[in-house]
């Protein structure tokens, strides 16, 4: 099985980091620097999957996302499962969680990168309320997202999320939203969420 950029002893991805230390702004060890575009200020926040004022203290949540089946990846990273497939097979996305939650905070989303500047990366809510395509299921109380026959366009974009958000958070009854997950989302992992990224099997390959 191959691993996927992980390193347990990884440095916090921080492309604002000197921008905050030439302030004074001292940001947590569980923290990063980040631009406010309204007021063009900086300020430290937690990482995704901690709770805190970013400064003096980010608490780790008791609850964590985690993998049901190693077996069903080609590719293990730091809360990234890769999956190799053909276009027409199928593709299992399970998790299980441990810690406190309810199935309503429990959400399943597909990645789509932006293309340019002039456009933002979304994603887009997968549940049974969207819309969804006969050949895809939410599954087990929101714990497997299913793909019964893969297309060439699971491939294009190629990246799926599960995530636990917050009880006090207010459920968004919108499909589809901006979210700036390229780099920063990956690279700094949160126990919070998984990711699932298809891989087309190269022609040839069986």
Not at 100 to 120: C, E, F, N, R
Request: proline share 5%; charged share 20%; net charge neutral.
């Amino acid at each position: 099985m191959a691993l996927l950029w992980y390193n347990p002893k990884i440095k916090i991805q921080d492309p604002y980091e000197m921008e905050c230390l030439s302030q004074g702004l001292a940001c947590h060890k569980k923290a990063s620097c980040h631009l406010d575009e309204v007021t063009a200020s900086f300020y430290c926040h937690c990482l995704p999957g901690y709770f805190g004022d970013g400064y003096n203290s980010c608490e780790e949540s008791s609850t964590q996302v985690m993998l049901a089946n190693t077996s069903l990846c080609d590719g293990l990273g730091e809360q990234v499962c890769l999956q190799r497939r053909m276009p027409g097979q199928s593709a299992l996305f399970f998790v299980y969680i441990q810690g406190s939650y309810t199935q309503d905070q429990i959400k399943w989303y597909k990645l789509y990168a932006s293309k340019g500047s002039m456009y933002h990366s979304y994603r887009r809510r997968l549940w049974k309320d969207s819309g969804l395509p006969p050949v895809v299921a939410v599954l087990n109380q929101s714990l497997a997202l299913m793909l019964y026959s893969i297309g060439e366009d699971d491939f294009y974009p190629n990246k799926f999320c599960v995530e636990v958000q917050p009880i006090d958070l207010p459920d968004k009854l919108v499909n589809v939203e901006p979210c700036d997950f390229a780099s920063f989302g990956m690279l700094n992992a949160s126990q919070l969420r998984y990711f699932f990224i298809l891989d087309r099997i190269p022609i040839g390959k069986k």
